[in-house]
């Protein structure tokens, strides 16, 4: 068994239910795999929201939230001693909150900042995957199945943007999520096995508009806009009002945009993935 809980970045929509039910959960009482955490400076579930593009006819916002990877080869175990961090058999990873005693280089040595310095305690801490009770045989979920246990966050959202369950198994909720969805990964846990995945995090989008020959300053519909990137093609074409966009392109890397439509000479654009880019408005000649 892998426990493991999935974050569909598509779906999530900055509620902080997620954040609300974690701080009910886990403020104002010691358990024995944490301390309570301070109601202030600590977010074991952090709703991260961020605007994307260059322009401002073409903007989205993004959000995800993002815990704990519980990591398959943890950096804060590496930093720990004596023992204070642990993988449990079920793939949860656990700060020992007595153990972990000043042990300041825990929260430091986390890729994320998922850990958080308690300075009154001198204690890391961080999310437990809810752990404590999913060892209770007493918990309840407000879903009020004794066989159903899940993290307070997951329970919480409203979105079905969270998902719980056993990754080991192909034929679970989150396993068929993880393998039905775009999978993506926080950047500097790139390359790493984690037991929480990330879902369709955006990458970077290229935009613009074409327009017909300039005089005529009327949008251009249906012209064929092709991305060549990183060895892949990525096809689309203009909207009513002339815009394409073509999403989830690979990052950092060269791109050439080729836009062309019947009875116009074609327009070439070079441009670098590294950011989300407005190309250009973009005024076929005949
Ligand atoms: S995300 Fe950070 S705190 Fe969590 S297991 Fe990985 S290194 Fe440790
Ligand atoms: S799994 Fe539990 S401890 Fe972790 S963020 Fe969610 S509610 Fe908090
Ligand atoms: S509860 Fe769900 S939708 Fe709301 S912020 Fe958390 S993950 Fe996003």
């Not at 999530?12 to 202030?40: N, R, V, W």
Request: hydrophobic share 35%.
């Amino acid at each position: 068994m892998r426990l493991g809980i999935a974050v569909d970045s598509r779906m999530c929509m900055a509620c902080y239910c997620c954040f609300i039910a974690c701080k009910d959960e886990h403020c104002g009482y010691d358990t024995a795999l944490s301390k309570s955490q301070p109601m202030m400076g600590q977010k074991w579930i952090d709703v991260r929201e961020w605007e994307r593009g260059d322009n401002s006819r073409h903007i989205k916002t993004a959000t995800v939230a993002t815990l704990c990877a519980h990591c398959a080869d943890p950096a804060c175990a590496k930093a720990a001693k004596n023992g204070a961090v642990y993988k449990r058999p079920d793939g949860i990873v656990i700060i020992d909150p007595e153990k972990s005693k000043g042990q300041k280089a825990i929260a430091d040595a986390c890729p994320i900042q998922a850990v958080f310095w308690n300075e009154e305690l001198e204690i890391p801490q961080k999310c437990t995957m809810c752990a404590e009770l999913l060892d209770d045989p007493d918990y309840l979920t407000y879903l009020g199945d004794p066989k159903l246990k899940i993290p307070r966050c997951v329970e919480a959202c409203p979105n079905k943007a969270l998902y719980f369950g056993d990754l080991d198994d192909p034929d679970s909720e989150i396993s068929k999520i993880v393998a039905s969805q775009r999978q993506t990964q926080l950047e500097p846990l790139a390359g790493q096995e984690t037991n929480v995945k990330y879902l369709n995090v955006p990458t970077v989008f290229l935009t613009g508009t074409v327009y017909q020959p300039a005089e005529l300053e009327e949008v251009l519909i249906g012209a064929k806009v092709t991305v060549e990137v990183a060895g892949q093609t990525f096809e689309t074409e203009t909207n009513y009002f002339g815009d394409w966009e073509i999403e989830w392109l690979p990052k950092n890397a060269d791109a050439t945009v080729t836009i062309t439509a019947d009875g116009y000479k074609p327009a070439t654009y070079k441009v670098k993935t590294d950011i989300d880019h407005y190309v250009a408005s973009t005024y076929l000649a005949r």
